[in-house]
């Protein structure tokens, strides 16, 4: 199930579609780089006992599908990339991160109620994990935090059933580990 979100994900990011289906990518509007040094709202705060690993800017859409009149949330698909600049993360259905210098990746979800609403954009999580795979960059991860986003929300209105869209998006994503 990884593995085909992963395909769909990076499909998407690509503006690839699947077969039999309709995709639009929504004009991007251009955005300012996330601060890795912004606050973060007390519902996506990390609880005490973790140290954070690593903090990732991400760009790439949030796909949305047309269910019933309305677009509902698909998946994501993003490339993080470290300080330099350099891609070392695709992020996509699961939502999964898989690390592209070790093969480590981390499935998790969001914590309940634990949410920032954030105007014109998708808003700020903070994520449990669920499983974690291999010893390397994501091999001990416990929480995960989407902050500091930009665009990627559903368009209003109706929509055609079986359409897809896909809106760009920036988000931080900051990974935490267990203190020792």
């Not at 040094?37 to 690993?53: E, F, H, R």
């Not at 993360?89 to 634990?114: C, F, M, Q, Y």
């Not at 795979?133 to 559903?154: C, I, M, N, P, W």
Request: glycine share 12%; hydrophobic share 40%.
């Amino acid at each position: 199930m990884q593995k085909v979100g992963l395909f769909v994900g990076a499909a998407a990011l690509l503006g690839l579609t699947a077969c039999g289906t309709t995709q639009g990518t929504a004009t991007p509007t251009p955005v300012a780089q996330a601060s890795p040094d912004a606050p973060v709202a007390a519902a996506v705060q990390v609880p005490a006992g973790q140290k954070l690993i690593g903090k990732y800017q991400a760009t790439g859409v949030q796909t949305y599908s047309c269910t019933a009149n309305a677009w509902k949330g698909l998946e994501p698909a993003a490339t993080l990339v470290d300080k330099d600049g350099k891609p070392i993360i695709l992020h996509s259905r699961g939502p999964v991160w898989i690390s592209t210098v070790d093969g480590s990746a981390v499935e998790a979800a969001p914590v309940d109620g634990a949410k920032n609403d954030v105007k014109g954009a998708v808003p700020e999580l903070l994520l449990k994990t669920r499983t974690v795979r291999g010893d390397g960059l994501f091999g001990k991860v416990s929480y995960v935090q989407r902050l500091a986003t930009e665009g990627g929300v559903a368009p209003s209105g109706g929509c055609t059933a079986g359409a897809q869209i896909s809106v760009p998006y920036k988000a931080l994503y900051t990974f935490f580990a267990p203190a020792p």
